[in-house]
């Protein structure tokens, strides 16, 4: 069982956008900054957003993070089959002292 | 450019004991928390161990406190993970990680991972 919360399985349609969410406790998101990472099949995980909403370089601004108490948002526009993969949501929880990941959400563009 | 490169997974059997190394290139390995994060077949991200950027603080899940061992030369730049009374849940590909800075904050780069395989 996973601290942070993620549905499973999200799916949508090429170009549509999607909201991917991540809800966790006054101990993490609540209280820390939240990260978002997509694993392609067969790859290691990639930094699509930290410090809740500020992506890295060369990720496309396709793709958004938000934060509102505690649960965190990944929103991605202009879907593509490509952005098919499994994403996961980070962040420091301060009960626990460490870092903790959500379970990963599937995303299926159809 | 960023590396990192993970080496020292296997075959090992239950109850047996290993070491991960990775190698890290192309930033100033001593200013950043570095850390392991596992991935079952077919399960999600677990983070296992932490380390401060000098070495002085280190943390660790529940599931290998005791077991494993976490550890950075910072005059190689290489991170380690000790890992001794292996059990069979502990099958997994280990990624290392490096940190936007501290632990507290995201990992920005992550190693092609090196599979551990724990089994008679």
């Known amino acids: 069982q996973s601290v942070l919360t993620q549905p499973p399985s999200v799916s949508a349609a090429p170009g549509q956008k999607v909201t991917l969410s991540c809800s966790g406790s006054s101990s993490n998101i609540g209280d820390h900054y939240v990260s978002w990472y997509q694993q392609l099949p067969g790859t290691a995980p990639k930094l699509l957003i930290y410090?809740?909403?500020k992506r890295p370089s060369g990720i496309p601004d396709r793709f958004s993070g938000s934060k509102s108490g505690t649960s965190a948002t990944l929103g991605i526009t202009g879907l593509q089959t490509g952005d098919e993969a499994d994403y996961y949501c980070?962040?420091?929880?301060?009960?626990?002292?460490?870092?903790?990941f959500g379970g990963g959400t599937q995303l299926t563009v159809l | 450019e960023v590396q990192l490169v993970e080496s020292g997974g296997g075959l090992v059997q239950p109850g047996g004991s290993l070491r991960l190394s990775c190698a890290a290139s192309?930033?100033?390995?001593?200013?950043?928390?570095m850390s392991w994060v596992r991935q079952a077949p077919g399960k999600g991200l677990e983070w296992v161990s932490g380390?401060?950027?000098?070495?002085?603080?280190?943390y660790y899940a529940d599931s290998v406190k005791g077991r494993f061992t976490i550890s950075r030369d910072n005059s190689k730049n290489t991170l380690y993970l000790h890992m001794n009374s292996l059990r069979a849940d502990d099958t997994a590909v280990y990624y290392c990680?490096?940190?936007?800075?501290?632990?507290?904050?995201?990992?920005?780069?992550w190693g092609q991972g090196t599979l551990v395989t724990v089994s008679s």
């Open positions: 192309g930033f100033s390995f001593n200013n950043y928390a």
């Open positions: 380390i401060s950027s000098g070495g002085g603080s280190t």
């Open positions: 980070g962040t420091w929880d301060s009960s626990l002292s460490t870092p903790v």
């Open positions: 410090d809740n909403n």
């Open positions: 990680a490096k940190h936007v800075l501290v632990l507290i904050r995201g990992s920005d780069y």
